[in-house]
């Protein structure tokens, strides 16, 4: 019998699991994955693009923002459950990272994607209605984080490298949410500019970027204000980060080859 396709988010299996109470920033479902806004410290809808990381998951259903919630957000001591979107195999797809997917009251894991790496699959949790593997099976997972970074941030620092964004530049161009948190960015004809988007402009967030250019040609970074963070020369790198006001350039250094 084929596995009952219901996500519904995701609930606490650890015994009596801590909780705190929030402040909701919109109307949020019982097992809701939430993230702090980095403003107003308000609970909200976590996604792993405008987040560095989850604060929790919520324990009971509020109406609309401004409300107090209550949220499961001892992630480092919890377990959870939830539904395991595509194909679960035992063996290649425990205790490895995924991503999530879905909306208020229809989270789960997306078994397909594991760019973020977000959550922790840790093995099947059959239950009924969901007691086999394969297609929308029930799981064990885990949110946590280290050093104030996404759980996700450390492990997942070199599997981004094989997905590194390399764009030729005959123009200035925008970074956006699409591009990877590495960029190889290839200037010709002149110097070329880089502007962040404002979406990308959160406490905490951060790129690394060469100007991989075949000749002397410059690289202009820009916040989405069109402010420049830093000036790259030829074959030259930085570590971005954001502070929650404006974005910093890190330890700039030559790099030969970003990719290699």
């Known amino acids: 019998m084929a596995n009952y396709d219901n996500p519904n988010g995701f609930r606490p299996i650890t015994s009596n699991p801590v909780r705190h ?3 909701s920033a919109s109307a949020l479902a019982e097992g809701d994955v939430v993230a702090q806004d980095a403003t107003t410290g308000k609970v909200e809808l976590f996604a792993a693009s405008e987040h560095p990381y989850p604060v929790g998951v919520v324990a009971r ?3 609309a923002a401004d409300l107090s919630v209550e949220v499961f957000d001892d992630l480092e ?33 997306d078994g397909a994607a594991s760019k973020w790496g977000s959550v922790h699959v840790l093995g099947q949790y059959p239950v009924v209605g969901s007691t086999e593997v394969g297609s929308n099976a029930r799981v ?13 941030t450390i492990p997942k620092l070199i599997e981004q490298l094989a997905t590194c964004t390399e764009a030729t530049m ?7 949410v699409a591009d ?3 960029l190889k960015l290839t200037l010709t004809g002149a110097a070329r500019a880089a502007t962040f988007a404002a979406a990308l402009e959160r406490a905490g967030n951060w790129y ?3 100007n991989a250019a075949a000749s002397a040609l410059d690289l202009t970074v820009k916040d989405s204000a069109g402010s420049a963070m830093c000036v790259l020369n030829q ?21 030969v080859d970003l990719t290699s």
């Open 77 to 109: 001591n919890t377990e959870f459950v939830g539904q395991f979107e595509g194909t679960f195999n035992a063996l290649t797809s425990t205790n490895k990272r995924f991503d999530l997917k879905g909306t208020t009251g229809i989270m789960e894991i």
């Open 180 to 182: 990877g948190r590495f």
């Open 170 to 176: 005959g123009a200035d161009r925008d970074i956006t």
């Open 140 to 152: 064990r997972c885990r949110f946590g984080r280290v050093g104030g970074l996404g759980m996700h």
């Open 235 to 255: 074959n030259q790198g930085a570590l971005v980060v954001h502070n929650g006001t404006t974005w910093k350039a890190i330890g700039f250094t030559t790099i």
């Open 21 to 23: 109470t929030y402040t």
């Open 208 to 210: 690394v970027i060469q």
């Open 61 to 63: 259903t509020v109406a």
